[in-house]
């Protein structure tokens, strides 16, 4: 296996979040960010353990949890692939791309920063619900 | 699934003190067992009894159903022990230590330990002794594991080991463990070391097993309640370590508690804690043992 | 495992190898002024050399000056021999007493008997590789050692009689096959109480104790046992003749002692003087003879009329190879049982 792995993981003990659920929502958010993309392979347990440093089991069961979601299929002597993607890649929505620019010029001429934009869109997102 | 490592009332004396004492527990094939517990509590004893380099006083231990025969080459060829002091040969070059581990044992996969030393970048032509602390345990982990024994049993593996060899050694093991299903127990007086590895987690103080569960199953059972004083003890839980300050009073449980009042506060405790309240909880029976002369009564198993 | 032992003795084998080699030159160079000697003895005194005084004098004092001193080289004769005496048992401290307690002390047991192979493996593969070492060292010493005794003997024969013949114990013990009986004796030993004691130095002292009890146990109550003696009647002083036209110095027979029996082929009692049998006889029977003896000569003249036979017991220089076989023989098996209780206390060890 001499790849470059796609996905390198990362574990916060601190979080309190047990360590399959980490996994598993590091791989979610690589989809969406388009990190991973369909047909590419997850990393073995065994490169993932070596990585990590973590139990084998906790891996294996991160990687159940995916292949519940429907996110991953397992290919028996090959490995774990991806199966579905999460990202909405911005080309596909052009529309709603540049309604975002013109208002995220508005914003700037009414005198806010990043910051307060960016507070600004988290309530939004907030009060109108979250959609997967 | 079958036990790799079954112990029956087990326990062991030294002249006038019991090293361990009436220890039943189970290690199931395929998982990653921690044995928690202070210094003197009596792990490395747990261990080497497990290992056959010690006789015990009362009860028995078994490995793969089969009661532990320290000359049985079957029983030595299926478990590798990993000693506390890690000796080595330090007269000896890391490629020697190699060849002993080829020579003395039948099942020796050279191209893997090779490949271990390799990926931890130990040079193969340096004595031992002059290796550094950490780069001696992953010698002595070599050795352990390139047999490929059934049954890893390793005693304080990265005790006083820097934060980086103590990560590639727990990598190297569980990349082992990955590939071969190995059982591995392991001990440690630090439970952050033991948690992330860990599937089950036994806790051992004052030579006796107090609690013997999975990690998911002590995290979910067990739980941390902080109320005014004085506070009544809530139903439905057993105490197992309560600490009070001048106002409040903070009791860690075991059990779903029923009917708490509003006065009270629950909170999620971590490995850490629990541990800590189980050897808390275990030095205070000890002294009303002492004191009443009675059996302390036994922490759940 | 043959490996393994190997590569952790091989430094200490190749030193006592290298020990040997040193004693051996030693023993070449006395051995060759001895010669020298032999040599001035026969055609009579003169110079042995540029710039080397040679003297023989009564009282076993046979001295060479050369530029880099005065040498006694009976002195040396002697502690040479001494050494070899005590070869088996300093082998027997140095390699059997840490052979097991080393690795208990150092704890390296730990790791040695957590691999695949069995106690009793690795405890006779590593007594087989030291001790087929030492023996074989032993052996060729004791080879070298008997053309040394022939020199040392030829050369100091003309005045004194050194140590005795090849039967008496100083040469007995130091040749033939022997002294690898006592090597493995000895080796074994320090290996049992390693094991049972557990430390190397409580070890080494047990060892060196134990062996110097069984060998004088064997040298006074054993070995005389034997063979049969041989009993012959006068004084000792027939023994000293002149080698040139007589008796060889190795031929010597080992004497146990003056005695006395009352028929021949009877049981000879050792350890009276001839004082002690005399009176013994006059008090056996005082009327007997009564006023028949001379009062000059009264134990001489009871001895004569009782016909008891006062001489000397000794065990013959042709008996040398019997007692060779059976003393090894004995030593052996003492071997084999202190292997056995090794083997057995290493594999009931536990922490």
């Known amino acids: 296996m001499a790849a470059e792995p796609t996905i390198q993981f990362r574990l916060d003990r601190s979080s309190g979040v047990p360590a399959y659920r980490q996994l598993v929502d590091q791989v979610r958010q690589a989809l969406r960010l388009g990190i991973l993309r369909p047909g590419d392979q997850l990393p073995t347990v065994r490169d993932v353990v070596k990585q990590v440093a973590i139990n084998p089991n906790t891996v294996h069961r991160a990687y159940r949890d995916l292949e519940h979601q429907g996110l991953t299929e397992g290919r028996p002597g090959s490995g774990t692939f991806i199966r579905r993607s999460l990202s909405k890649v911005p080309e596909e929505q052009p529309a709603l791309l540049r309604q975002l620019e013109q208002w995220i010029s508005a914003a700037r001429a009414a005198g806010l920063g990043d910051e307060a934009i960016a507070a600004l869109v988290a309530q939004a997102m907030r009060t109108s619900g979250r959609k997967t | 699934m079958t036990a790799a490592l079954e112990t029956e009332g087990l326990g062991r004396r030294y002249r006038t003190n019991w090293g361990l004492r009436d220890c039943t527990l189970s290690v199931p094939e395929g998982s990653i067992t921690g044995l928690v517990g202070p210094n003197g509590a009596g792990k490395s004893t747990l261990l080497r009894l497990a290992a056959g380099l010690s006789r015990p006083t009362t009860g028995t231990v078994s490995i793969f159903g089969r009661v532990v025969d320290p000359n049985s080459v079957d029983h030595l060829g299926r478990v590798g022990y990993f000693d506390q002091l890690r000796p080595l040969y330090a007269s000896f070059r890391v490629k020697e230590m190699l060849t002993f581990g080829r020579r003395l044992n039948p099942n020796w996969d050279d191209d893997a330990a090779h490949r271990w030393l390799e990926d931890l970048d130990i040079p193969l032509n340096q004595r031992i002794g002059k290796l550094s602390l950490g780069q001696q345990a992953e010698v002595a982990l070599t050795v352990c594991m390139g047999k490929r024994p059934d049954l890893l049993l390793l005693d304080e593996p990265v005790a006083s080991l820097d934060p980086l060899a103590r990560r590639q050694l727990l990598q190297t093991l569980m990349g082992t463990v990955a590939e071969r299903g190995t059982t591995v127990f392991l001990s440690s007086h630090i439970v952050s070391e033991l948690e992330p590895v860990c599937d089950r987690l036994i806790i051992l103080s004052a030579s006796r097993v107090q609690l013997s569960d999975s990690v998911e199953s002590i995290l979910s059972d067990h739980h941390l309640l902080v109320g005014p004083r004085p506070a009544p003890a809530p139903a439905g839980v057993e105490v197992i370590s309560s600490t009070e300050t001048g106002r409040q009073s903070t009791l860690l449980v075991r059990g779903a508690p029923t009917g708490l009042g509003p006065t009270w506060e629950t909170a999620q405790p971590d490995l850490d804690a629990i541990v800590l309240a189980y050897l808390e909880g275990t030095s205070i029976q000890a002294r009303q043992g002492e004191a009443a002369a009675g059996a302390p009564s036994e922490g759940p198993r | ?351």
């Not at chain 3, 401290?93 to 690795?103: I, N, Q, T």
């Open chain 3, 1 to 351: 495992m043959i490996w393994l032992s190997w590569r952790r003795h091989r430094l200490s084998l190749l030193l006592i190898a290298v020990l040997f080699v040193a004693l051996g030159i030693w023993m070449a160079l006395v051995a060759h002024w001895f010669g020298i000697l032999y040599h001035l003895s026969v055609e009579g005194f003169k110079l042995c050399g540029d710039n080397v005084r040679c003297e023989q004098s009564f009282g076993q004092r046979h001295t060479v000056t050369t530029d880099f001193g005065t040498f006694s080289l009976s002195r040396q004769a002697t502690a040479i021999d001494a050494l070899l005496l005590c070869v088996p048992c300093l082998l027997g401290v140095v390699f059997g007493a840490p052979l097991v307690a080393r690795e208990l002390t150092g704890h390296t047991n730990r790791l040695a008997w957590t691999q695949t192979v069995s106690r009793t493996r690795w405890l006779m593969a590593n007594w087989l590789v030291t001790g087929v070492s030492l023996i074989s060292l032993v052996a060729l010493l004791t080879w070298f050692e008997w053309w040394w005794y022939s020199r040392v003997q030829f050369g100091s024969a003309f005045l004194h009689y050194f140590w005795g013949g090849v039967v008496s114990p100083p040469i007995f013990s130091v040749s033939g096959i022997v002294p690898v009986a006592y090597t493995a004796f000895a080796f074994t030993l320090g290996t049992a109480l390693g094991a049972i004691i557990r430390r190397s130095s409580w070890a080494a002292v047990g060892t060196v104790v134990a062996y110097i009890a069984v060998g004088a146990i064997v040298l006074v109550g054993v070995r005389p046992y034997l063979a049969p003696h041989d009993f012959i009647t006068g004084d000792s002083g027939i023994f000293g003749i002149n080698p040139r036209g007589g008796i060889l110095e190795r031929d010597l027979p080992w004497t146990l002692g003056t005695g006395y029996r009352f028929a021949p082929g009877a049981h000879v009692d050792t350890g009276d003087s001839p004082t002690d049998v005399g009176l013994r006889c006059l008090a056996r029977s005082p009327e007997a003879y009564g006023d028949e003896l001379a009062p000059a000569q009264p134990y001489d003249d009871c001895l004569a009329f009782s016909r008891v036979q006062v001489g000397t017991l000794y065990m013959p220089a042709r008996s040398y190879w019997t007692l060779q076989w059976r003393e090894s023989a004995i030593f052996l098996a003492l071997t084999g049982g202190l292997l056995a209780l090794s083997v057995r206390s290493v594999r009931r060890w536990r922490a």
